[in-house]
């Protein structure tokens, strides 16, 4: 399985991106897909939740109200929509998936596979 993430750009405070991820690989099942950000000299951290299934999706609290995670189940794609970006928000975005059911979905060790990342830079 192949996670791949793209959608990252410079833009400026209070702007827009979308980030995409796409899944490839002969067979691709995943029951949670989650963002994660990681700023330079900071771990990374959680951003965002979504079950394949059911669509249900968390939020950290530092996000929320802001970005939105979504997926398309025929594309194997999921996209985080994010509005209203503060500088804080900069930080490289990973993507990751977990075939693993039941887990909560927010920490990054239960993920098994991550994309590559892609650089938000938000500028005041």
């Known amino acids: 399985v192949q996670l791949q993430a793209s959608g990252g750009g410079f833009v400026q405070a209070g702007g827009s991106l979308r980030l995409s991820c796409a899944a490839s690989?002969?067979?691709?099942?995943?029951?949670?897909m989650g963002w994660f950000r990681q700023a330079p000299g900071q771990e990374r951290e959680f951003v965002a939740t979504?079950?394949?299934?059911?669509?249900?999706?968390y939020y950290a609290d530092s996000v929320k109200g802001r970005f939105t995670i979504s997926r398309d189940n025929a594309k194997n794609t999921v996209y985080l929509q994010m509005n209203s970006l503060k500088p804080e928000d900069t930080a490289v975005y990973y993507c990751?998936?977990?075939?693993?059911?039941?887990?909560?979905?927010?920490?990054?060790?239960?993920?098994?596979?991550w994309g590559q990342g892609t650089q938000v830079t938000v500028y005041s």
């Open positions: 990751a998936a977990d075939r693993t059911p039941n887990r909560s979905g927010l920490n990054s060790e239960e993920y098994d596979y």
């Open positions: 979504i079950r394949w299934s059911s669509g249900s999706t």
């Open positions: 690989g002969r067979t691709f099942s995943a029951h949670t």
